[in-house]
């Protein structure tokens, strides 16, 4: 092994230890960012080799180059046909963290490789390797579904989008035969939930977004035109999630989960930032900040389209409440606040549980580019702890 690399740890399941500093290592760890997300990261890259990293992504080099992660479990002949797994690259303080685009799979073997070459250093010219596998954890507790969002049991006719919420780490490949929009009479509703090709899972695997077809949902487009919008006012509904969905740990649901509702009229209005209600926290408290909304706004999106900041620009740590049928947002600050002013940040992209933006609606007609409403990426909500 050339000068200055080490690896340790490499046995399977294990997580790399990497006391010994100034000398690269390949570890698996998780992401301190994103709770329960595993990743690699390969450390100790001295100050040197950092700005020869620098200058290789500077000129194109990619850093899927130096850092390869692949399937070891495969009926590939070499090394060079594992197929390759895909996901984000940082380049962070004295480290490459690799996150990949979908959760490493329990009891999958995976082997990452990183190779110093392309950075035109001869004394880092060998490469390192590390094979490992996540253990099958299973839970004490059969999963179930925790939450559907949206909350309320009234929903309007051009609903958007609901997210199923599951109390462990789920499997694809399930929901088409395991989820279901059922009329009163039990039947299933036709061609009213839009099967995208690729399923839509959070990075925890543990929340799934189930899409009503849009094309029913726009007025004016064939689908909607042929056979109206996919949920009717007046009518009941269940949205029914089998007891086949599976775990990673290949168990069943607990028990097929029920959300039923009833349909109410459209909604075809956008939900302006005006009309929120906000009711400031007293100084020197941890008080919550409380946001109430004229209408349900989307969960998920409430979740990462408002933060607040203080007048100097500095974001505001804190932990996130949402309640109330999705009506009410508060927000509860690590630290106490301070005396002063600070601002409630929403971006534009927030919308209601129709797809209604905070600025304009989502079946709003086709109109020319100098026709269309100046939309500003961020409004702001300035407030004074009281």
């Not at 689908?223 to 999630?241: F, H, I, M, S, W």
């Not at 075809?268 to 007293?282: A, F």
Request: charged share 20%; aromatic share 6%; hydrophobic share 35%.
């Amino acid at each position: 092994m050339a000068a200055g690399l080490r690896l340790e740890g490499a046995a399977k399941g294990e997580t790399v230890n990497t006391q010994v500093t100034g000398q690269p290592t390949v570890m698996v760890d998780s992401d301190p960012g994103q709770s329960g997300v595993v990743g690699l990261t390969v450390c100790g890259l001295d100050p040197d080799l950092m700005i020869s990293l620098g200058g290789h992504t500077r000129a194109g080099g990619s850093l899927q180059s130096l850092l390869r992660v692949s399937v070891v479990q495969t009926r590939a002949t070499s090394d060079d046909n594992l197929p390759d797994i895909f996901g984000r690259y940082q380049v962070l303080e004295n480290r490459l963290r690799f996150t990949p685009l979908f959760p490493f799979e329990r009891g999958l073997s995976y082997r990452a490789s990183f190779d110093p070459r392309p950075l035109g250093r001869p004394e880092f010219s060998q490469v390192l390797t590390l094979e490992f596998s996540l253990p099958k954890a299973p839970s004490a507790l059969a999963t179930a579904v925790q939450h559907i969002f949206p909350s309320s049991d009234c929903l309007p006719e051009n609903l958007l989008r609901f997210y199923v919420c599951f109390s462990n780490s789920m499997q694809r490949g399930r929901a088409e035969a395991e989820i279901a929009l059922l009329r009163p009479d039990g039947e299933q509703a036709p061609d009213v939930l839009y099967r995208a090709p690729v399923e839509l899972w959070g990075r925890s695997m543990k929340c799934l977004t189930i899409l009503l077809d849009p094309g029913r949902l726009k007025r004016g487009v064939g689908p909607n035109r042929e056979l109206g919008p996919p949920l009717k006012a007046g009518q009941d509904y269940t949205l029914a999630v089998g007891s086949g969905m599976l775990d990673l740990s290949g168990r069943r649901l607990r028990e097929t989960f029920c959300k039923r509702f009833r349909v109410t009229q459209a909604v075809r209005e956008h939900s302006p930032v005006e009309q929120w209600k906000i009711v400031p926290p007293e100084t020197k408290s941890r008080q919550a900040l409380v946001l109430m909304f004229p209408s349900p706004l989307d969960w998920a999106l409430l979740l990462h389209s408002i933060t607040i900041s203080s007048t100097d620009e500095q974001s505001i740590d804190g932990r996130i409440v949402i309640d109330q049928c999705e009506k009410r947002w508060s927000f509860t600050p690590t630290l106490p606040w301070a005396a002063g002013s600070y601002h409630v940040r929403v971006a534009s992209s927030l919308e209601d549980v129709c797809g209604n933006s905070v600025t304009a609606p989502f079946d709003r007609p086709l109109r020319s580019g100098s026709d269309l409403p100046q939309q500003s990426a961020i409004r702001s909500i300035a407030f004074h702890p009281v």
